[in-house]
Every structure is written in C-alpha cells, then in structure tokens.
C-alpha cells in the first residue's frame, strides 16, 4: 500500500504514539468504495497504536479538489455539506474505534476553524509564505494549467495546506495521508509545519488503485459502489468483489483486508489451481462485505447468491 513516504516517517512511528490525518471529501451522503484506501490507512495506523483524526472536508468541499480533476466540479452548499459530513461521520464510525483514551479516533471538520477565516487575513497570514512557483510546480495545477484552472481551485492546496498546520497546531498531528495524487498538497502542508509553525510534518502515501481493464476502481455499470447499505445493497456490494478480475484481486486482497501474508498466499495458491472456483474472489469478498456490512449482511449476501446463481 505504500507508494511515498518522507524521510524520517518510520523513525517518527517507531518512538511512541503518533498522530495522523487523512482527509474526505463531503460530495456524497456516504462514502464510496474509493474512499476505502484511506480508510484502511487509518486503520492500520490505529492497529499499529497510533491515534488517526479523520478530517471531513466541510470548508474544502466548497471550493473543490483539483487532484486528478480534467474540470472544475459543483460546489455543494451549506445544508448539502452538513447532511453529507454526517453519513460520511456514520460510515466512519464503522471501522474506527472512536473511543479509546489514547489511540480513539477523532472526527474534525474542517469548516470548524476556517468559517471565521477572512479572506484578507488568509492571504496575509497563509498565502505569503509560498512562492507561485512553487505552488505551480504541483502536478495537480500543470496537469490543469493548459486547459484553465480558476483562483478557487488553484487556491485548495493552501487550503489543504492549512488543515494540517491547524491539526498540527492543536493536536500535535505530524503526518498527513492519501492518494499518490494528494502528494503535492500534502507536502504543502508540511512546508507550512516548517514556515509557520517551526515544526516538522510528514507525507505517506499509497499507490492509485486502477483495474487491469481500464475502468474505473469502485464503479460498475450501475454508478459507484457506496460503503451505505441504503445506496448499494450489501448483496450488490459482496458481487462487486466476488465479480474481482483475476488480474485484480490479488492487489484488492493485499490492499482491502487485514488477512497475514501467509493467509493470502495460500488462498492464492488454491485458487490458481482451479481459477474458475474463485476461491480469492470468494475469501475476498466475504473479508470486506464482514467489515462494511456485518455478518448477519454478509450471511445474507453469500445465500442470496448462492440462490440466484445455483443450476439447480
């Protein structure tokens, strides 16, 4: 899962417990199965004793991501951001542990400390301490700049950049996670940790996750596969993995369970003995449907399926 760390991160990790952030945007009432990378980031952070503050994009969301965009998209309002931030809020809950003393996750709202924010003091306090040069340099502003890109969008990365400043600042977060395309934001905000506020911050990122076919990872013919029950139906999302290319389910198994090496091996050997009984697909979607779902749903799924596809 690791595509990019900076120098120091596992050394910072290995002295006592750390706290990291990886942050979500509020475009839906619920999360989707691309949103699952970052999860899993926050879970193995958790997992390995580390406290993991999910940052729900309040403020963000009103101004537009442009990481991996070809357009500018819709900005959301108020009352759209506020019932999308409190399904994105339920689904995380399902994986994290919000409640123990040292290492409970922490949910934040970005909005929380950018709403009293004037745009004057932004630029006077944020915006001077980096170059257009440097801001330009980022893929996610070359990528666009041919094609037009407005102030807005142009302006996230400060605004990403200021998150983990402010995290930094009041809960003594140090490193940020995401997608490989997040790297160029991220780093702002380490620079930010460094200019403003004296201090360190570090960036890991994992791989982009793609399909050997070339369409879309979460999506099928049916629009994107949700991590709510109400939007994709756990029987639906337990075929979305059972239905895993062959080509794709040894990275989505690595990537999307908490299964040893060793398990996953010998799964993989079992299968390449008799491909057509799916035997990885089948481990894999029963692995993740149990995490999303519960195992009542997964139950449900696995008979559901076993009906509609039986000869008998």
Same mark, same amino acid.
């Given at each position: 899962?690791?595509?990019?760390?900076?120098?120091?991160?596992?050394?910072?990790?290995?002295?006592?417990?750390?706290?990291?952030?990886?942050?979500? =945007?509020?475009?839906? =009432?619920?999360?989707?199965?691309?949103?699952?990378?970052?999860?899993? !980031?926050?879970?193995?952070?958790?997992?390995?004793?580390?406290?993991? $503050?999910?940052?729900?994009?309040?403020?963000?969301?009103?101004?537009?991501?442009?990481?991996?965009?070809?357009?500018?998209?819709?900005?959301?309002?108020?009352?759209?951001?506020?019932?999308?931030?409190?399904?994105?809020?339920?689904?995380?809950?399902?994986?994290?542990?919000?409640?123990?003393?040292?290492?409970?996750?922490?949910?934040?709202?970005?909005?929380? %400390?950018?709403?009293?924010?004037?745009?004057?003091?932004?630029?006077?306090?944020?915006?001077?301490?980096?170059?257009?040069?440097?801001?330009?340099?980022?893929?996610?502003?070359?990528?666009? $700049?041919?094609?037009? !890109?407005?102030?807005?969008?142009?302006?996230? *990365?400060?605004?990403?950049?200021?998150?983990?400043?402010?995290?930094?600042?009041?809960?003594?977060?140090?490193?940020?996670?995401?997608?490989?395309?997040? %790297?160029?934001?991220?780093?702002?905000?380490?620079?930010?940790?460094?200019?403003?506020?004296?201090?360190?911050?570090?960036?890991?990122?994992?791989?982009? !996750?793609?399909?050997?076919?070339?369409?879309?990872?979460?999506?099928?013919?049916?629009?994107?596969?949700?991590? =709510?029950?109400?939007?994709?139906?756990?029987?639906?999302?337990? *075929?979305? %993995?059972?239905?895993?290319?062959?080509?794709?389910?040894?990275?989505?198994?690595?990537?999307?369970?908490?299964?040893?090496?060793?398990?996953?091996?010998?799964?993989?050997?079992?299968?390449?003995?008799?491909?057509?009984?799916?035997?990885?697909?089948?481990?894999?979607?029963?692995?993740?449907?149990?995490?999303?779902?519960?195992?009542?749903?997964?139950?449900?799924?696995?008979?559901?399926?076993?009906?509609?596809?039986?000869?008998?």
């Amino acid at each position: 899962m690791l595509q990019d760390c900076m120098p120091g991160t596992e050394e910072l990790l290995e002295k006592g417990i750390v706290t990291g952030y990886c942050g979500f =945007d509020p475009t839906a =009432d619920s999360l989707h199965a691309g949103n699952l990378i970052p999860i899993m !980031m926050l879970k193995h952070l958790q997992r390995a004793g580390h406290r993991p $503050i999910a940052l729900v994009g309040g403020a963000t969301g009103m101004v537009g991501d442009p990481s991996g965009k070809s357009d500018e998209r819709n900005l959301l309002d108020e009352a759209t951001l506020a019932k999308n931030i409190e399904g994105v809020k339920g689904v995380l809950a399902r994986f994290l542990d919000f409640n123990d003393p040292e290492t409970g996750a922490i949910l934040v709202n970005n909005y929380d %400390w950018m709403k009293d924010f004037s745009f004057l003091n932004f630029i006077r306090d944020v915006g001077k301490h980096l170059t257009i040069n440097y801001m330009s340099a980022k893929d996610s502003v070359k990528n666009r $700049i041919e094609t037009g !890109m407005s102030f807005t969008e142009f302006s996230y *990365q400060l605004l990403q950049g200021y998150d983990f400043l402010h995290l930094y600042r009041t809960m003594g977060c140090q490193i940020q996670m995401g997608g490989s395309d997040q %790297w160029g934001n991220i780093t702002t905000g380490t620079e930010l940790i460094r200019r403003i506020g004296g201090g360190e911050g570090f960036a890991v990122t994992c791989p982009l !996750m793609t399909k050997a076919d070339g369409t879309k990872f979460g999506k099928t013919a049916g629009g994107a596969i949700w991590l =709510d029950a109400k939007r994709t139906s756990p029987f639906a999302f337990y *075929q979305f %993995w059972l239905n895993a290319l062959d080509d794709d389910a040894p990275k989505y198994i690595r990537t999307f369970t908490f299964l040893s090496q060793d398990e996953i091996e010998n799964c993989e050997k079992e299968h390449n003995v008799d491909r057509g009984a799916r035997i990885l697909q089948k481990k894999l979607a029963e692995e993740i449907t149990r995490m999303v779902h519960g195992e009542e749903l997964l139950a449900s799924a696995i008979k559901t399926s076993g009906i509609l596809y039986s000869k008998n």
